[in-house]
């Protein structure tokens, strides 16, 4: 037995745009986004997705297309590739993906480690904050080579805080695999202070100069999980036949291979 079919839908899903006034007003500004071009592009991008010869099963429904959509400003064709590509890695690396529930043991353990809490407060300009309190950055590299093109959200900025003197130096091979513009968007930094300059204050952890404990955001997050139990489980659902000649799969293939050879040598250096 499936999940809900309200994730699958083949027509429209009767979803409303919970979006504020201003919200609005910079969608439409940034990304072209109103309710015909929306309405439009998600019932195009929806009907792409059931005649797909290499996609078995996938979450049609407004909220998950509109990810991708979003991502690349309204362009049906490149939302269409960016999906392509989330599907295949989903297919390649299932262990990446795959049983994310917060149910499952080793992900809770993580997710009470602090290693990736969203803020429970939007910053100023109505974006989500998103802290990881990482001990290793072998996932780093891994997130970074089908990031750009593979997963649908509009990255703004990363900022490193207090890394160590091994880590710095990995930081700048990885900031290599990066396009310009992404490059400019990261920011190293060495204390607290610097970090309240770049995130407003009021929405950090009390362990970083806000109000409400790091525990408390991650028992926040927990509960948003659980109240989406289902939506998470959907995804697990995804699935696609992968032509493992494409050159995307083996442009992929190389570049990991290419950066775990690449990460050794730092490390013997």
């Known amino acids: 037995m499936g999940c809900d079919s309200k994730f699958f839908p083949a027509e ?3 979803y409303r745009c919970g979006l504020d006034e201003e919200t609005r007003r910079v ?9 015909a071009a929306r309405a439009a592009a998600v019932q195009q991008l929806r009907d792409w997705v059931l005649r797909h010869p290499a996609i078995r099963k996938c979450r049609t429904d407004s909220v998950f297309l509109l990810r991708f959509l979003r991502s690349k400003k309204f362009s049906v064709p490149l939302a ?27 992900v809770r353990e993580i997710l009470l480690a602090g290693y990736l809490v969203p803020l429970p407060e939007r910053d100023e300009f109505g974006r989500r904050v998103i802290l990881r309190c990482a001990g290793t950055y072998s996932h780093i590299f891994q997130n970074c080579l089908y ?27 990885f900031v ?20 309240q ?9 009390k362990e970083y100069g806000g109000e409400m404990p790091l525990s408390e955001m991650i028992d926040k997050f927990l509960l ?9 489980k959907a995804l697990d659902e995804m699935e696609m036949e992968v032509d493992q000649k494409t050159k995307f799969v083996t442009d992929l293939e190389d570049e990991l291979a290419g950066v775990a050879g690449s990460f050794r040598q730092l490390e013997v250096d």
């Open 12 to 14: 429209d899903d009767g």
């Open 27 to 35: 969608a439409s500004s940034e990304l072209r986004e109103d309710e």
């Open 80 to 106: 269409q590739e960016m999906l392509e590509r989330y599907l295949t890695v989903r297919q390649l690396y299932p262990l990446w993906f795959r049983g994310l529930s917060a149910d499952e043991p080793v």
């Open 147 to 173: 990031f750009q093109k593979s997963t649908p959200m509009r990255h703004k900025s990363s900022t490193f805080l207090n890394l160590p003197h091994y880590a710095s130096k990995f930081m700048e091979f």
């Open 176 to 195: 290599t695999l990066l396009n310009e513009k992404l490059k400019s968007r990261i920011k190293l930094i060495s204390n607290t202070e610097e970090l």
């Open 197 to 205: 300059k770049i995130v407003n204050i009021k929405i950090l952890p």
């Open 224 to 232: 948003k999980l659980e109240e989406r139990r289902e939506a998470i």
